[in-house]
């Protein structure tokens, strides 16, 4: 899957959202900073470890695991249809 090729589709951010809302809170949240999808800007890794109050690695570390479970939500989805 590619996250931005989904985002950028017609019904990419709805397919997104719900996705998205599945997640758990952390990983919401990085999301939902780090690709601006709260129609705010986006945050880099180092903003967001920042305002969260732990390392960039650490964000970096959940975002591959929050794409992760996106990846396998969506496919869910998608089968389910």
């Not at 990419?12 to 919401?28: F, H, M």
């Not at 129609?39 to 903003?47: A, H, K, V």
């Not at 960039?56 to 996106?70: D, V």
Request: proline share 4%.
């Amino acid at each position: 899957m590619e996250f931005m090729k989904i985002l950028k589709s017609p019904d990419g951010k709805l397919i997104i959202s719900d996705a998205v809302a599945q997640l758990p809170l952390r990983d919401r949240s990085v999301i939902n900073n780090l690709f601006g999808l709260l129609d705010n800007d986006p945050l880099s890794q180092s903003e967001l470890a920042e305002m969260q109050g732990c390392s960039r690695q650490r964000i970096h570390i959940i975002k591959r695991r929050a794409l992760s479970r996106l990846e396998r939500i969506i496919e869910e989805q998608r089968v389910n249809k």
